[in-house]
């Protein structure tokens, strides 16, 4: 795989894993004769942390697909596989640049503040201008979000949201929002009755070509004992259906389908053609009820109306405006209501515009932030999914067979989890970075430590999201078969979550007993009987006892 050109070149153009599309900037200004682009596979990006088979597989077939487009339009690469050894992409890097000693190196702006670090050090060191180049599949550069966030105390989604879509247009009415109201939430909490989601479409896989192939031997051959698997069983997951991607046309709904063989599919889109038919299928089929059933979650069924598409995005193969003018065209078409496609639209150029520019202008102090003082280790289970809370079990099993969650099971489930036990905020970063296939450093950090784990003491959320375990039973059917009951905080089958959650609120009276929305709860808590809130004390000390921690 490794194509040598010459010894010298003008430019080496570097194209890391999450920046596969060739509108980037990085395709401007080439001359063919002297420049050389560069991908490389390296096995830190699998170790460190410990990366979900599947998203090891993503990212790799991926890279390998569009290492194979650029080589089938005369494109000269250097790719180095697995195989070549290297550990890091500095190891790399210096190999290639003692190799070809470009004039000069380029690059989009990395989706990990530390690979940009390390590059400078390559750049650096090795005596080579480096130019970082803006990555414009975003709809704003960095440098918009530090205008609009000066001078603010706090940062809010909503109003930055609200700025985009005034200078893009996005589902506007002139100056006013379509409809006349800025977002439609207060439509999308919707939970299931007792029956459930009924019957949902089965989701996109795409059949294993070559390439993946090849690359999966490679994951099992390097990475043997990273977590989760690559082929889901497919009888734990009622509405996963192979589906060949060259083929796509609609099918009856038919839980049946479910139970076909998978062996040969792959759940996750490896280029932009599986990525825009993710993205017609999503629109087809699942839109319309996207809105009012995003917060819902069900026993085995991981997928519900979510797009999935977050992969394919944060891999460049598909772009937010293909997305959202899509989005708005269903709306105007009468294919899909507002509320689904207005609440769409705002996790794509709300929060996905908004967490990129938080990480960019809160690193790399981020990392160490730890404004509650979270101590504990994750508990095991997170590894195994072996736990006898029915609605842990689900979401890490899921997590486990797909590399998915959807957010509120991120936020509400495991999120809320490890923030009640007071983990360390470190910790659960590297937990969630390795563990989800769509993970990358920009998107999954300001989820986890500002929104999920309020490590940031309230720079990105108003609030800590906890809540009892009352939240997960009205969003869900898991409290049904469980052996915990939600309501109960001191009993022998209080639920976790809740007796968690009012011992968190017990380390952290002080802190939110002025809160607006908190400070109710902290009365709250100040009203049980002293009996009762040793009886919660004890309980936590149980139940740290109960969940081992360290072995992995
Ligand atoms: C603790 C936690 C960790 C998360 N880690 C990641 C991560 O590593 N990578 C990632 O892409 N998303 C992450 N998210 C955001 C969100 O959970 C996922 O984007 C979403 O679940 C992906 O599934 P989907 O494509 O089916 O999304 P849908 O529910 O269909 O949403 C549509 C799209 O909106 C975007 N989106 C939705 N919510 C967010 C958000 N909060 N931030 C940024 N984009 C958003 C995604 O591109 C997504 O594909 C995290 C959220 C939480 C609470
Ligand atoms: S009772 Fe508690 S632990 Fe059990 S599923 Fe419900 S929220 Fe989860």
């Known amino acids: 795989m490794l194509m040598n050109k010459s010894n010298h070149c003008r430019h080496l ?32 990006a699998s170790l460190q942390p410990s990366s979900h088979k599947q998203r090891s597989l993503l990212f790799i077939s991926a890279m390998r697909h569009f290492a194979q487009e650029l080589r089938d339009d005369k494109i000269p690469i250097i790719y180095f596989t697995l195989d070549h050894g290297f550990e890091t992409f500095s190891d ?81 009415e002139g100056s006013k929002p379509v409809g006349g109201d800025w977002n439609y939430d207060k439509n999308n909490r919707g939970h299931f009755d007792k ?121 460049k193969l598909l772009g937010p405006v293909d ?19 207005e609440g769409f639209i705002r996790q794509i150029l709300g929060w996905r515009e908004y967490v990129r520019g938080v990480y960019w202008s809160m690193m790399p102090s981020w990392l160490e932030m730890n404004a509650l003082d979270a101590q504990e280790s994750l508990p095991d289970f997170y590894w195994t999914g072996d736990v006898d809370m029915n609605c842990l079990q689900q979401s890490l099993h899921q997590v486990l067979q797909h590399g998915y969650g959807h957010h509120i099971q991120r936020l509400m489930v495991t999120g809320l989890f490890a923030q009640l036990w007071q983990t360390n905020p470190r910790e659960i970063h590297e937990w969630y970075l390795g563990m989800y296939v769509d993970a990358v450093e920009w998107v999954e950090l300001p989820n986890v430590l500002g929104m999920s784990q309020y490590a940031d003491g309230g720079a990105m959320a108003s609030k800590p999201y906890i809540a009892t375990g009352r939240y997960i039973n009205t969003m869900s059917n898991y409290c049904d078969n469980c052996k915990y009951k939600p309501d109960e905080s001191d009993t022998d089958d209080a639920c976790p979550f809740t007796t968690l959650y009012w011992h968190f609120l017990e380390k952290h009276k002080e802190r939110f007993e002025k809160h607006p929305r908190l400070g109710v709860q902290v009365k709250h808590l100040e009203s049980m009987t002293a009996e ?19 072995n992995y």
């Not at 070559?210 to 009622?238: C, H, M, W």
């Open 13 to 44: 153009n570097i194209i890391f894993g999450d920046q596969l599309n060739r509108t980037s900037e990085i395709f401007h200004d080439l001359d063919l004769e002297q420049d050389i682009f560069w991908m490389a596979e390296v096995r830190a």
């Open 92 to 172: 790399a890097l210096i190999h290639s640049v003692k190799e070809c000693r470009p004039q000069k190196i380029r690059s989009v702006l990395p989706g990990e503040y530390a690979v940009l670090q390390a590059l400078k050090q390559v750049c650096t060191a090795e005596n080579i201008p480096l130019e970082i180049l803006p990555d414009k599949h975003f709809i704003s550069l960095p440098g918009e979000f530090t205008r609009w966030a000066k001078g603010k105390t706090e940062w809010r989604m909503e109003f930055w949201y609200r700025s985009l879509r005034k200078r893009t247009g996005i589902l506007m």
């Open 195 to 315: 029956y459930g989601p009924g019957m949902l479409k089965p989701a996109l896989m795409f059949e294993m070509d070559e390439i993946t192939r090849a690359a999966q031997n490679d994951i099992e051959k390097y990475f043997p004992n990273n977590a989760g698997v690559i082929k889901p069983d497919s009888t734990k997951s009622l509405t996963m259906h192979p589906f060949n991607s060259k083929s796509f046309k609609p099918i009856s709904s038919n839980r049946e389908n479910a139970k076909h063989d998978v062996t040969d599919f792959f759940g996750w889109a490896v280029t932009r053609e599986q990525a825009l038919e993710l993205f017609d299928h999503f629109v087809q089929y699942h839109l319309p009820l996207f809105g009012e059933y995003q917060d819902a979650m069900w026993t085995h069924e991981p997928w519900l109306y979510h797009s999935r598409l977050s992969a394919a995005m944060n891999l």
């Open 323 to 341: 997305v959202l003018d899509c989005a708005e065209a269903a709306y105007r078409q009468g294919h899909a209501p507002l509320n689904a496609v």
């Open 532 to 550: 009762k809130r040793e009886a919660i004390t004890q309980r936590v000390k149980q139940l740290r006892q109960r969940y081992p921690v360290g």
